[in-house]
Structure formats: structure tokens, C-alpha cells
């Protein structure tokens, strides 16, 4: 994946030594014990109070303790709900672009006559006042704070007595991750002697999308309520006919995933003068949710084999898996797919402050080779060829891909080009040597304009590409001839959670935001943004060559299939209609099979072929039926079937190609409430379904999670009988009061993710 911007480099010139100084290998290893140690601390009082601990030192003015107002200060800076905030032991968690208040207790009265105080922050392991970490702020008698939302600043906003407090400003442009304060005092117009406190607490500052000044800045209020603090959502999953919004907990107030993000930042080797940068921070975190490069967070696994971890599709929130990764010391969790990772960058995003959305596109293409064509090889039984003829091509179309939307300016694009940015973690291809993706501006994928920083060529092939089957030829000069592009194009549908619906029983909360990404398919100014862009790619202007259509007088129609049940039998059908006023002998192929959602074979259900003759202006129907005990053995994740169909016509050598994919429907998971939650008070809730098949229902567990609620948990069921109706109760005592949401999922070995979701409104204590 290359990209034409500036490329971020982990260790450029300057800041190679830091990586791999013992100093820095110190500062990280001290960060994560410190994490270490406040997360058990929080886990083993977290039902009581902490007093704090005051510290007094000698020195000209001396400090006696340092106050940093943690709860105060969250009101303005819209970060009361994070569980660090409301901790016994308050930890700050600020927003740049804001002021803030702070408070010190000297031994004595303060005289700015005879007494010097400069508050500093530092950042990052070697602070630096020229690389903008480290900060000197002189106490002076100024009344008003600057007006220049990009400067630090400082005030004394009051005195009583030895006690100060001072009102600090940070710049909408300050890095974002831990700052540490330092009150330094010394006699006026002396250098020494010096009295320096260092203040216990980690300042955590984070984006704003609150301040115009902040790259991130959001103008909408209702916008900034789902795509900023909404605890809750939905992933989508399914397929282009039937999306389905599978439920997740975001959970980015949790204690754990500040720390577990901050941990993660580290690993990515984002030079820490950098970290204001809302651009490099999301191609950050586009290569450390992955555990590919640098052992960020997910391992991913394709393969169906999840025995020495847990199944992508058993987690229900992120919370578990950044609390996993912070307890086991950083070690890669096994295991996530694509939707997993898209979750966790939400978490992760809307945690530092960065607007952040999912996004599914549906029939995503993996162009390997930037042909911007998914290419597609045949045998002459109609049996798909791995890796094509040369055994090189690994282009795929994945059923669905999930990656997501991130809001900031983009001052190194031109104007127009700012808004919604598209980063993808899932690892495919690398980026500059290293597993990432984007970010790629919306509007220029849109555009066609490839040449845009980062990585926007990739992006804009998922979306666009074009699926071309070729079939073993013996007439062809290289074995193979090019059927008719198939009609089952990329992008079909591109979707996302509304902000201003929340659908606990369907899926009304969807938003199509096809039109966001290309034009109408098979428009002019869909064309003319492909073209644009193989104008950029040197490769795929050969592709877009085609011949001209020769005879085509038979019409071929493969019947798309809406809803299948579990467990219920389907037939893969394909009409035939001969528009010719002479016979027509037609050879054809149809296939079943069950694939990974990434559009790989994992079983062959059947296949029939065979040759007749359609008479003039006649019709025929072909017809295959697959039972359930047919595929039920033989799903993998998702319980994704694929069909093929392939057709060629004797006597006018017309071609004809096409495949579709649809997912078996689960029952859903009811949840009923009982009694009245109350914050404080035990409650119950029951969860339900029916067994939908004939068999019984064996490795059985239930997953539940609900942020205020219930921590994640997984617990053990015995087996379910054939068509039993199951329930399970779980109590839970809820932690916060007003709406909250519960979920609730149901996996065995027979089948896996029956979820359902619903709403507790819980009372205060």
C-alpha cells in the first residue's frame, strides 16, 4: 500500500535513539506497572474511600500538597463520566483548547515580592521546551488568561491564606496522552535555592470536539453525543441484503482503557511531539490495535481454529479485551476479526476524543496487485482456482469489511478534504512497512483522487473494483478467457449507525452512506471517478481496456436469496431465457458453499453441472436444493453460504458469471428486567430463546455486559435440548444511574451469536 503524503516513519532521524534507549524502555516499563498498580488498587477498594496522602517538602516556598480539582474541572471538560474521574482517588482527565483549575498549599504565605513559581508540565520521557513536551508556565499578577486558544497560560485565580489556586489554559494544539505538573518555586531574581514538588497524579489531556480551534472539532451537538461519549452501538455485519447491527459495548469511560490506550501509543513509537496531530495519531492507531509490526492489542485469526484463545465472535465489548491486555502485561489478545478491531478503534477514539464511527461495506474488495479488478480464476469443471493460474493472485472479495470513520481537519490535504477520514486496523496490506490503513479522506476516495495521503488507492479499490471471472481456455493464447465482469460489484452497500435512533429489537438505526463514498453504480460520474483514479495507477489502466460485447441472446438470471433460517433447507436457481429465434446449447455450473466472511471456501455443500438445449423464446429453470444436515456440520463464523453459477451458450460463445452470499438467520435473545433497577440494588435479568434445531446444543455459554452495569462475563450452560426454549438469569447491581444498556449473547457448537440487547433505566441510590 504505498502512499504519496509524508510518510511517518517509527524511528526517524532524531528519534531513533529514544526507542531504543534504556531510558526509554524504563519510561514504558514504569508506565505499565503504574497502570498495573492503580487498576488492582481500583479493583480491591473499589467499594471504598481512599484518603488522600499529603506530602510536605523543604524548600524556599514550600509546597505542602497539590490539589488538580479532578471532579470540578470534568463538568467543563465533558469527562465526568470516566470512571478514572470518579475513582476515590480522582484522576484528572482534561480536554485541551479549555482552561483548567489546580491548587497548592505552601508553608507560608505566598509574596510575589520575594517568591518566583513557575508551574511545568512535562510529556513523554524526554521532555522538551523546543519540541513543544515540556511547558513553563511563570506565576505573574496577570487577571485574564490570553485569549490565543493555542498558548499555554496561567493565572492565579485566588488566594486564601497558603493556599493558591491557579487556573491554567491548555493549548488546542497540546499533545494528547499524560502530562505530569511540577511546582517549582525559588526567590525572586535567584536561581537557587530551589524547591521542586512533583504532583503524584497522571494529567490525562485529550482531544476537544467541543473547542473550533481542535482539529476534531465537531460542530453538532447530536453528532458529538454518538460519536463521542455514546457508550454503546452496533457493528454491521451480515450481508448487503441483510445488514444486521451486531451490538457492542464500547465502554471508553472504563478505568482500564485510558491507561490500556495510553500503553498501546507507546508501542506504536508515535514520536511524542507528534501526539497533538489528530492525522498522526489516527495512523497510530490504525497499526497498534493489530497485532502485527509492534504487538499492539488483537491477534487476528482468520482460520476458524480458536482453541488457545477466544473466538473473535465471543466478545461482546471492548472493555474485556483492553482489561485482558493490561493484566497479562501487553500481550497480544488472541483473538478479533474485522469487526473486533473496527469496535476497539471506537473505544479507543472516543476515549482520547476523536469523533469516531464503524463503517461495513459490503462486498469488500482485497485488490492485491492495485489493478483496482478482484480477478477471479476457473477450471473447466467451474471449480475456483486459488492464487490464479500463476499461483500469485490472492485477490478476494470479503463478503463484509469493517473499518471506520474518524472527524478532523486535514490542513495537509487541500480545502475540502477535512471531515470524515477512513482508517482501517484490520491488518491487509502495509503501509509504509508498517500493518496500517489510512488516514484516506472521504471526499477524495469519492473523487478518485488516489494521489491523496494515506493510502487513499487501497481504499478507494475496496469500494470500487471491479470482479472480473476468467475460465480455462484451451483457444486462449494463455490458457484462460475473460468472462463478463461480474454483476456482483464492490461496494454494493456502505453502512453505518445512525446518531439519532438507537434500535434495540431490529435494525432501523442503519444508515446507508453508499452515496458518501461513489456515485450511483454504473453512472457517468461513477465512471469518471474510476477513471480518474486509474489515470493515477499506471496497473490498472491495461483493466480497463475491455472488448466489446459479442452476441449475448440469452438472457441468465441467478434468483438472489432473502432469508434462510437456521436450520431451514434453500436452492440455488438461476432462469434461463433464450431471446434467440434459433436453438441454444448452454453449458452450466451451480455451486453451494459455506465461506469465512472473507470470501474464502471453508466447505464445499454440492455442486451440479451439465449441458441442454433451450429452444427459441423458451424458458428453463435450473434448480439445486441443499438440506440442512446438508451444511450444518460444515458453517463456520457468520454461517456465510456463497453460490456460484457460470454459463457459456455453444453456438454464439457467450459467457455468463455471477455469485451471491447470504447468512442464515438466528433466532434473537430476549432479555426481560425484572423489578425496579436501582443504583446500588440487586436486580435480576432474565435472557431467552429457542433452540432452532433438531439437535441438541453442546459448549454452551452465555456473555454478558453492560456499561454501569454489569462488567463483562462469561458463564457456563449445560447443554440445550433439541428445540428447548432456554433461559438464564443474571443479577447484576447497577453503578450509574438513568438509561443503560445490557447485552446479552448465546455461543455452542452447534451455533454461535444469538444477541439481543435492551435498555435498563436505572434509578439513582
Known sequence: MATTGRPVLPGTAGTSEIWGSGEYRNYVRDMMTSFGAEYNRRRELENALEQPVVETHGAPLQVELCGLYALDNAQQHHTAQYELVLDPKPTPVLRRGLPFFCAARFHRQFDPARDAIKLVFAFGPKPAVTKGTRVILPVTDKKELTSDKNKW???????????????????????????????????????????????????????????????????????????????????????????????????QFDDVVLPATMFLLELSKLNHADR????????????????????????????????????????????????????????????????????????????????????????????????????????????????????????????????????????????????????????????????????????????GEVGFSYDTPFVFAEVNADVCHFKEDESSEWGFSRLSINQYHVGRKIVTKRHDKDDDDGDSDMEDITDKYKNPEGSQAERLAVFNAVRGIERAQQYYSFPKKGKEDVHFDLVEIEKIAFGQNFSVT????????????????????????????????????????????????????????????????KSLIKIYAIASVKETNQTWSEEDDFPLQKPKLNIQIRGTPQVGQVCQAVFSFQNPLNIALTDCSFSVEGPG????????????????????????????????KILGAFNSKQITEIEGATTVNTRPQ
Open 709 to 740: 452495569l454489569q462488567r463483562p462475563k462469561i458463564v457456563k450452560h449445560r447443554d440445550v435440548k433439541p428445540g428447548e426454549l432456554v433461559t438464564f438469569t443474571e443479577h447484576f447491581r447497577p453503578k450509574k444511574e438513568g438509561p443503560r
Open 153 to 251: 497560560d496561567v493565572r492565579i485565580h485566588h488566594q486564601d491564606g497558603n493556599d493558591i489556586t491557579f487556573q491554567v489554559q491548555i493549548p488546542a494544539s497540546a499533545q494528547v496522552g499524560i502530562w505530569k505538573c511540577i511546582v517549582r518555586t525559588h526567590p525572586v531574581g535567584q536561581r537557587e535555592p530551589v524547591n521542586v514538588f512533583k504532583c503524584e497524579d497522571d494529567i490525562y489531556v485529550l482531544f476537544n470536539p467541543w473547542c473550533e480551534e481542535d482539529g476534531v472539532y465537531l460542530e453538532d451537538e447530536q453528532l458529538r453525543q454518538e460519536h463521542v461519549l455514546n457508550e454503546t452501538g452496533k457493528v454491521w455485519i451480515g450481508s448487503y441484503r441483510q445488514p444486521k447491527g451486531h451490538r457492542w459495548v464500547f465502554g
Open 574 to 637: 438461476v432462469h434461463i431465457q433464450n431471446k434467440a429465434s434459433s436453438l441454444r446449447t448452454i453449458s452450466v455450473l451451480l455451486s453451494a458453499s459455506t465461506v469465512f466472511y472473507t470470501g474464502n471456501t471453508a466447505h464445499r455443500l454440492k455442486r451440479a453441472n451439465g449441458e441442454f438445449v433451450v429452444q427459441p423464446n423458451q424458458r428453463e429453470t435450473l434448480r439445486i436444493t441443499v438440506s440442512a444436515n446438508e451444511y450444518l456440520d460444515k458453517l463456520v463464523d
Open 276 to 447: 497533538g496531530s489528530p492525522v498522526q495519531m489516527a495512523r497510530a492507531i490504525s497499526a497498534m490495535i493489530n497485532s502485527l509490526d509492534e504487538d499492539g492489542l488483537i491477534e487476528g485469526n482468520w482460520g476458524g481454529k480458536y482453541e488457545d484463545g477466544i473466538a473473535p465472535h465471543a466478545w461482546t465489548g471492548s472493555v474485556a479485551i483492553l482489561e485482558k491486555f493490561l493484566k497479562e502485561g501487553g500481550r497480544p489478545v488472541k483473538y478479533g476479526q474485522c469487526w473486533v478491531f473496527s469496535a476497539v478503534v471506537v473505544t479507543v477514539c472516543r476515549a482520547l476524543g476523536i469523533p469516531c464511527r464503524s463503517v461495513t461495506n459490503y462486498v469488500s474488495a482485497h485488490d492485491t496487485n492495485s489493478s483496482l479488478t478482484v480477478d477471479k480464476y476457473f477450471d473447466r469443471l467451474g471449480e475456483e482456482i486459488q492464487g490464479g493460474p500463476d499461483g500469485d493472485c490472492f485477490d478476494s472479495c470479503w463478503n463484509f469489511h469493517v473499518w471506520n470513520e474518524l472527524w478532523m481537519a486535514r490542513p495537509d490535504l487541500p480545502l475540502g478534504y477535512g471531515g470524515w477520514q477512513i482508517i482501517d486496523a484490520t491488518p491487509q496490506e502495509a503501509s509504509d512497512a508498517v500493518y496500517r490503513c489510512g488516514p484516506a479522506s472521504l471526499e477524495a476516495v469519492r473523487r
